[in-house]
């Protein structure tokens, strides 16, 4: 009876480990831009398994680097501020970028800066329908 309980544990332990590294394990994540397009955010889980989320150009306000006090520390990290369709001065959501991985904020700056590069081309070229 004792190693049937045994092998139940190991069994549940493994179990809870695969669903560890496949749902919540972050391996890697990145984030496309184009500025005629959209913006691309995707995660790469311990597993191999992938999750892209597309926001399209139109819905983006700005991008910001945002800060957090957790415990005695300030976390930096980058947000995408989506617009809001009713108030066009409005933020309708706030989409937290590299959540898992928590870059340092020098490296944080340099992503800001190419996306505010692309953010302000997008604005000085005429848009054609």
């Known amino acids: 009876q004792n190693?049937?309980?045994?092998?139940?544990?190991?069994?549940?332990?493994?179990?809870?480990?695969?669903?560890y590294l496949h749902f919540v394990k972050i391996d890697q994540e990145s984030l496309l831009v184009i500025g005629s397009l959209g913006i691309q955010v995707t995660s790469s889980y311990a597993s191999g398994k992938e999750s892209t989320t597309f926001i399209e150009m139109g819905q983006v306000k700005d991008v910001v680097i945002n800060e957090t006090i957790h415990m005695q520390k300030v976390i930096y990290y980058l947000c995408i501020l989506l617009q809001d369709p009713g108030d066009p001065q409005?933020?309708?959501?706030?989409?937290?970028?590299?959540?898992?991985?928590?870059?340092?904020?020098?490296?944080?700056?340099?992503?800001?800066?190419?996306?505010?590069?692309?953010?302000?081309?997008?604005?000085?070229?005429?848009q054609s329908s």
């Open 3 to 19: 190693s049937m309980v045994l092998s139940a544990a190991i069994f549940i332990t493994l179990l809870g480990l695969i669903i």
């Open 90 to 126: 409005g933020v309708s959501e706030v989409v937290p970028l590299f959540q898992s991985s928590k870059p340092r904020l020098d490296c944080l700056i340099e992503v800001y800066k190419s996306c505010q590069e692309i953010l302000e081309q997008r604005k000085t070229t005429p």
